[in-house]
């Protein structure tokens, strides 16, 4: 089983519409858990941390639940500059507790 | 300011042969990660240095891989005896020390082993 699950897609979505990613981790004592956004052959870039409480940064939401090692994000009123694909990220917290683990991401592109 | 680069950014080589990829943290950034995507994949952690020293190299594959990093700054990942499994995107990735700092990443180098 893979550390860090996600549904590969391709997502392909109308501008405007609301789109949801899940994803789910298997290391229960992880710590740290983040978005990052990847656009074609480009550096992935940090999207937002995700925190227990659930956070919210303009037309996206990042939510936590540690007793379902589930991590989602929801993709409001999507741009076609969201089209991208979408990497959910664990720090696992094992050896030096710097390295990153990566899903394999969710490919979304958004449609005019 | 500048942010982290790589260099080359593409690599073509011939099975067996060796290689170097270099990367130039953000200026000011004491920890330097290394990580490696193949297509259609997340990227996949290698090594970690804090300063001049790798405080974790669990992710190398083997000991044909290696890396350095003898001022604390640019640090040089070391293939030998390439493989065509070893061809991927090698990103390099930096941040302040702390444990939650944000690691920022640089463009990559494509390495394609023939």
């Known amino acids: 089983r893979k550390e860090v699950e996600q549904d590969p897609g391709p997502f392909n979505v109308p501008e405007g519409a609301t789109v949801a990613f899940n994803c789910t981790y298997s290391n229960s004592a992880s710590q740290s858990f983040f978005w990052y956004r990847q656009d074609c052959r480009k550096e992935p870039k940090l999207l937002m941390s995700?925190?227990?409480s659930g956070n919210e940064d303009g037309r996206f939401t990042a939510q936590l639940n540690r007793a379902s090692q589930y991590i989602s994000l929801l993709i409001r009123d999507s741009k076609l500059s969201d089209s991208a694909t979408y990497l959910c990220v664990v720090n696992p917290l094992t050896g030096s507790a710097r390295q990153l683990t990566f899903g394999s991401g969710t490919q979304l592109t958004v449609l005019p | 300011g500048a942010g982290v680069s790589q260099t080359p950014s593409n690599k073509v080589t011939e099975k067996g042969k060796y290689v170097e990829l270099r990367c130039d943290p953000i200026s000011g950034h004491t920890a330097l990660y290394w990580y490696r995507q193949s297509l259609g994949q997340g990227p996949e952690f290698l090594i970690y240095?804090?300063?001049?020293?790798?405080?974790?190299d669990s992710g190398l594959p083997n000991d044909r891989f290696f890396a350095v990093r003898p001022e604390g700054s640019v640090s040089t990942l070391k293939i030998q005896r390439t493989e065509r499994g070893d061809s991927a995107v090698y990103l390099c990735?930096?941040?302040?020390?702390?444990?939650?700092?944000?690691?920022?990443f640089g463009p990559g180098t494509r390495l394609t082993v023939l």
């Open positions: 995700v925190y227990s």
């Open positions: 990735a930096s941040s302040l020390a702390g444990i939650n700092n944000e690691q920022f």
């Open positions: 240095f804090q300063g001049t020293g790798a405080a974790d």
